[in-house]
């Protein structure tokens, strides 16, 4: 095992990247996901790989889908206002189905807001960001260590189902800074991308440019040799099975820790920073006698429905705090159908939500 | 006809119009491509949005078609991941020089080893008629109804002084001028650019009472001026000509990806090692 270390959020990003074989980095200066940069362009050069600081985000998010294409194991970081940018680019990685990981440390937000403060609040954005219908699969951190650990995962999805995959962080997980023992180097699986022979049928085998095979990679909906077509039996054909790559495998992509749920009356349901708040108001409700349980998220998207609707059936109330306005707490209700009671609790004030500040919600006062 | 061998002959024909140009700067391209001796295995060209950015999809090696604007981007992540292979874009003058102008200076300034060609029509062809940044003064387009009030771009100055390393114009008239630009930008080592004039008559010509392929073409033939000859000229004689040679050719700038694999084989080398 490791030594001990002292780490920072985004230094373990830095660390699960490397690990997890990143080749490739480009990006645009933003706080609160600078050091991500910083950290690679001393790091990567130094293992034979690449980092540039392109002249915007739209700009790192072509080029890295360009570099992944080419065969680089690639990723971006950015925040809040850089991840709007983004949005347009991580639409075409979906729709011709190129691996890449991009970290959004999130901020305030709508525009500059009070920078560059913590929230939550790009939860719909990592989802729905990019125009269309479209997969894409959302990992959220709440700790350092966890951080390095869902970095190494985002790169292992992206290649395996050849999809974006958004590691959706926050400042205060980003810039915190705990004790983590990092796994020996080279003990996690490398990832890998489907190849000709192994791939499973509703992902098409990975050819990179350089190969001789002339592929051509177009944003356009195409037919089944890859070439432009207006067919409408086409499009439906691609968009369903773009979407139904990730959702089909749901389960396998459902992170979650269950916490007491046997007995729990009342069920927090977090993630990212928030999480951790709310982990110690549970276990404060506990020591005073109250049946309190917590679902927390780390795959946010695909979202597990499937976990919530099981807590439905079982708990009478679902409280979801969260530093945004409700994103989360729209779709936890979506699974709940009326089945029992759901409250949101919201902060915007840029300041995270206090375990002392949810005891009252969790305890129903 | 070696140069066919550059095409995905079974995608043709072509989803250009009557008349355009865009054809011709292809079949100027592919021939510059079998000239230069180009290895369609080893060799991504990369394109926008666009009428003009459909023509990667004919051209028989690795193709990148990606959204509008971005090329030049998408292109230098792929020479960065891929040095060794020979990356070229091409592109309109609305996605390289308007939603993507900002990508064209930095990719000019880095001088990363890319090869872009303009397809230069003056207008926005795939929206069916728009002005765009190369749109000259007075010109009636469907955003200019009463003639463009802004100038146009200069694009080969801006280019240039940017830090393109070669930098060259002219037409689809002037076909074998522009296979010989192409080529040579092709044998470049840094970012090389060649503007071709290409005409719309669907749109540019409609509006502007040219809307016949014949009338275009004269009015190609017409406003063209030779760099030598145009040096000769004064600046009133010069109004409304389109100047054509190749301005720039330098070898002096080190091509971006070479100097970035060169600083790699530094550093495993044990070099900067007290740097920090
Ligand atoms: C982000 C974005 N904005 C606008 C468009 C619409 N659009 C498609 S092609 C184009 C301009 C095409 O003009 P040009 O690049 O000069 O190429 P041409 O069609 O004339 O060859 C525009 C504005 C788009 N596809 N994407």
């Given at each position: 095992?490791?030594?001990?270390?002292?780490?920072?959020?985004?230094?373990?990003?830095?660390?699960?990247?490397?690990?997890?074989?990143?080749?490739?980095?480009?990006?645009?200066?933003?706080?609160?996901?600078?050091?991500?940069?910083?950290?690679?362009?001393?790091?990567?050069?130094?293992?034979?790989?690449?980092?540039?600081?392109?002249?915007?985000?739209?700009?790192?998010?072509?080029?890295?889908?360009?570099?992944?294409?080419a065969g680089m194991r690639a990723m971006t970081a950015t925040s809040g206002p850089g991840f709007s940018?983004?949005?347009?680019?991580?639409?075409?990685?979906?729709?011709?189905?190129?691996?890449?990981?991009?970290?959004?440390?999130?901020?305030?937000?709508?525009?500059?807001?009070?920078?560059?403060?913590?929230?939550?609040?790009?939860?719909?954005?990592?989802?729905?960001?990019?125009?269309?219908?479209?997969?894409?699969?959302?990992?959220?951190?709440?700790?350092?260590?966890?951080?390095?650990?869902?970095?190494?995962?985002?790169?292992?999805?992206?290649?395996?189902?050849?999809?974006?995959?958004?590691?959706?962080?926050?400042?205060?997980?980003?810039?915190?800074?705990?004790?983590?023992?990092?796994?020996?180097?080279?003990?996690?699986?490398?990832?890998?991308?489907?190849?000709?022979?192994?791939?499973?049928?509703?992902?098409?085998?990975?050819?990179?440019?350089?190969?001789?095979?002339?592929?051509?990679?177009?944003?356009?909906?195409?037919?089944?040799?890859?070439?432009?077509?207006?067919?409408?039996?086409?499009?439906?054909?691609?968009?369903?099975?773009?979407?139904?790559?990730?959702?089909?495998?749901?389960?396998?992509?459902?992170?979650?820790?269950?916490?007491?749920?046997?007995?729990?009356?009342?069920?927090?349901?977090?993630?990212?920073?928030?999480?951790?708040?709310?982990?110690?108001?549970?276990?404060?409700?506990?020591?005073?006698?109250?049946?309190?349980?917590?679902?927390?998220?780390?795959?946010?998207?695909?979202?597990?429905?499937?976990?919530?609707?099981?807590?439905?059936?079982?708990?009478?109330?679902?409280?979801?705090?969260?530093?945004?306005?409700?994103?989360?707490?729209?779709?936890?209700?979506?699974?709940?159908?009326?089945?029992?009671?759901?409250?949101?609790?919201?902060?915007?004030?840029?300041?995270?939500?206090?375990?002392?500040?949810?005891?009252?919600?969790?305890?129903?006062? | 006809?070696?140069?066919?061998?550059?095409?995905?002959?079974?995608?043709?024909?072509?989803?250009?119009?009557?008349?355009?140009?865009?054809?011709?700067?292809?079949?100027?391209?592919?021939?510059?491509?079998?000239?230069?001796?180009?290895?369609?295995?080893?060799?991504?060209?990369?394109?926008?949005?666009?009428?003009?950015?459909?023509?990667?999809?004919?051209?028989?090696?690795?193709?990148?078609?990606?959204?509008?604007?971005?090329?030049?981007?998408?292109?230098?992540?792929?020479?960065?991941?891929?040095?060794?292979?020979?990356?070229?874009?091409?592109?309109?003058?609305?996605?390289?020089?308007?939603?993507?102008?900002?990508?064209?200076?930095?990719?000019?300034?880095?001088?990363?080893?890319?090869?872009?060609?303009?397809?230069?029509?003056?207008?926005?062809?795939?929206?069916?008629?728009?002005?765009?940044?190369?749109?000259?003064?007075?010109?009636?387009?469907?955003?200019?109804?009463?003639g463009h009030l802004e100038r146009d771009f200069d694009l080969c100055r801006l280019v240039q002084a940017?830090?393109?390393?070669?930098?060259?114009?002219?037409?689809?008239?002037?076909?074998?001028?522009?296979?010989?630009?192409?080529?040579?930008?092709?044998?470049?080592?840094?970012?090389?650019?060649?503007?071709?004039?290409?005409?719309?008559?669907?749109?540019?010509?409609?509006?502007?009472?040219?809307?016949?392929?014949?009338?275009?073409?004269?009015?190609?033939?017409?406003?063209?001026?030779?760099?030598?000859?145009?040096?000769?000229?004064?600046?009133?004689?010069?109004?409304?000509?389109?100047?054509?040679?190749?301005?720039?050719?330098?070898?002096?700038?080190?091509?971006?990806?070479?100097?970035?694999?060169?600083?790699?084989?530094?550093?495993?080398?044990?070099?900067?090692?007290?740097?920090?």
């Amino acid at each position: 095992m490791s030594q001990p270390r002292l780490m920072q959020g985004n230094e373990a990003c830095v660390e699960g990247a490397l690990e997890a074989g990143l080749q490739f980095f480009a990006g645009y200066p933003i706080t609160p996901s600078t050091e991500i940069a910083e950290m690679l362009a001393e790091r990567l050069p130094r293992a034979g790989g690449v980092f540039i600081q392109m002249e915007d985000e739209i700009a790192s998010m072509a080029a890295v889908i360009g570099a992944s294409l080419a065969g680089m194991r690639a990723m971006t970081a950015t925040s809040g206002p850089g991840f709007s940018l983004k949005q347009e680019n991580l639409g075409y990685a979906a729709l011709t189905e190129t691996p890449c990981v991009v970290v959004n440390v999130q901020r305030v937000g709508p525009s500059t807001g009070m920078p560059t403060s913590p929230a939550q609040g790009d939860v719909m954005q990592s989802r729905w960001g990019t125009h269309g219908d479209h997969p894409v699969v959302v990992l959220s951190p709440s700790s350092v260590m966890e951080t390095y650990v869902l970095t190494a995962k985002a790169f292992a999805v992206a290649d395996e189902l050849r999809v974006p995959v958004i590691l959706l962080t926050d400042e205060i997980t980003g810039h915190m800074r705990e004790r983590v023992v990092l796994p020996d180097p080279g003990t996690l699986p490398r990832p890998h991308r489907p190849l000709e022979g192994a791939a499973p049928p509703d992902i098409p085998p990975m050819v990179h440019f350089g190969e001789g095979r002339r592929v051509l990679v177009t944003g356009l909906y195409r037919d089944s040799t890859g070439f432009w077509s207006e067919s409408p039996e086409e499009a439906d054909r691609l968009v369903r099975r773009l979407a139904g790559k990730v959702e089909s495998r749901q389960e396998q992509l459902t992170m979650v820790d269950r916490w007491h749920l046997d007995d729990a009356q009342v069920v927090v349901v977090a993630y990212g920073c928030v999480a951790r708040s709310a982990q110690r108001a549970m276990r404060l409700a506990r020591e005073r006698g109250h049946r309190v349980g917590m679902l927390r998220l780390a795959c946010l998207w695909p979202f597990p429905g499937h976990e919530i609707e099981a807590l439905a059936e079982r708990a009478d109330r679902i409280v979801v705090p969260e530093m945004n306005l409700g994103q989360m707490v729209g779709e936890v209700e979506r699974a709940v159908r009326g089945r029992c009671k759901v409250i949101g609790y919201s902060r915007v004030d840029t300041e995270l939500i206090r375990p002392e500040e949810l005891l009252p919600v969790l305890e129903g006062v | 006809m070696e140069e066919m061998r550059f095409l995905r002959r079974e995608h043709l024909p072509h989803i250009w119009c009557v008349g355009c140009g865009h054809g011709i700067v292809l079949g100027a391209v592919i021939r510059a491509m079998d000239r230069a001796g180009v290895d369609q295995d080893r060799t991504v060209v990369v394109s926008g949005i666009g009428c003009s950015s459909r023509a990667v999809g004919y051209l028989n090696m690795d193709a990148l078609h990606t959204t509008h604007g971005r090329a030049l981007a998408f292109a230098t992540g792929v020479k960065l991941a891929r040095p060794d292979l020979r990356v070229a874009v091409l592109a309109g003058d609305g996605d390289l020089a308007a939603i993507g102008g900002n990508h064209l200076i930095h990719a000019a300034r880095r001088n990363i080893g890319i090869t872009t060609v303009c397809f230069n029509n003056g207008i926005y062809g795939m929206t069916s008629g728009q002005y765009s940044p190369l749109t000259p003064a007075g010109y009636r387009t469907t955003t200019s109804p009463f003639g463009h009030l802004e100038r146009d771009f200069d694009l080969c100055r801006l280019v240039q002084a940017a830090g393109a390393t070669y930098v060259a114009r002219s037409t689809v008239y002037h076909v074998h001028q522009t296979v010989t630009y192409v080529e040579r930008a092709l044998a470049h080592d840094g970012f090389s650019f060649v503007e071709v004039f290409s005409p719309c008559p669907t749109y540019f010509g409609r509006h502007n009472r040219m809307g016949d392929p014949v009338t275009m073409m004269k009015w190609l033939h017409d406003s063209a001026v030779q760099a030598g000859q145009a040096a000769r000229m004064t600046p009133e004689e010069l109004r409304g000509r389109v100047v054509l040679g190749e301005f720039h050719r330098t070898t002096e700038v080190p091509e971006y990806a070479r100097s970035y694999r060169e600083m790699i084989a530094r550093l495993a080398e044990g070099g900067d090692q007290g740097a920090r």
